[in-house]
């Protein structure tokens, strides 16, 4: 069983731009119930199918496996609900942590998340300053909610 134990923030300026090269994501998901989630990923030149349970607190479920590209971009064109995620994501190591921080694309276009995950829920972490607001239990901040309810809709 593999746990994800993951906080998210808003960004809220770009001092984190240009420590880290992006990387282009493409996501679309198959299933996108509370209880579940099961998501189809191309990152870069690889692809991954991913199931997510439900989360407690800042903890789920994760199951992510390598796929074929080419099923993943079939099954992205063919069977995820619209509008896919784009995104780039940036990975920053600062110490001991890797920030994944999302700069939103398409329908998304104008949202910048960041997210770290830990080895437990009471870790405690030191934010650089570029983090804001922490969303982590605001369920509109999941990509699978983003993918159903874009964040150029919101107003």
Request: hydrophobic residues 25%.
């Given at each position: 069983m593999a746990i994800e134990i993951e906080?998210?923030?808003l960004v809220k300026h770009d001092g984190w731009r240009n420590l880290s090269p992006g990387v282009a994501?493409?996501?679309g998901y198959l299933c996108t119930e509370a209880e579940r989630t099961v998501r189809v990923r191309i990152a870069g030149d690889r692809a991954f199918f991913?199931?997510?349970g439900k989360t407690t607190g800042s903890s789920r479920l994760e199951y992510e496996y390598p796929i074929p590209i080419q099923d993943a971009a079939e099954m992205l064109d063919r069977l995820c609900h619209r509008p896919l995620i784009e995104k780039t994501r940036y990975r920053i190591t600062l110490g001991d942590l890797v920030w994944e921080v999302d700069e939103f694309h398409g329908e998304n276009q104008g949202l910048i998340m960041a997210?770290?995950?830990l080895s437990s829920e009471d870790q405690a972490i030191a934010l650089p300053d570029w983090i804001g607001l922490e969303?982590?239990?605001d369920d509109r901040y999941y990509n699978s909610y983003l993918s159903r309810h874009p964040y150029r809709s919101w107003q």
């Open positions: 906080r998210k923030f994501y493409r996501q991913t199931v997510k997210e770290v995950e969303v982590s239990q």
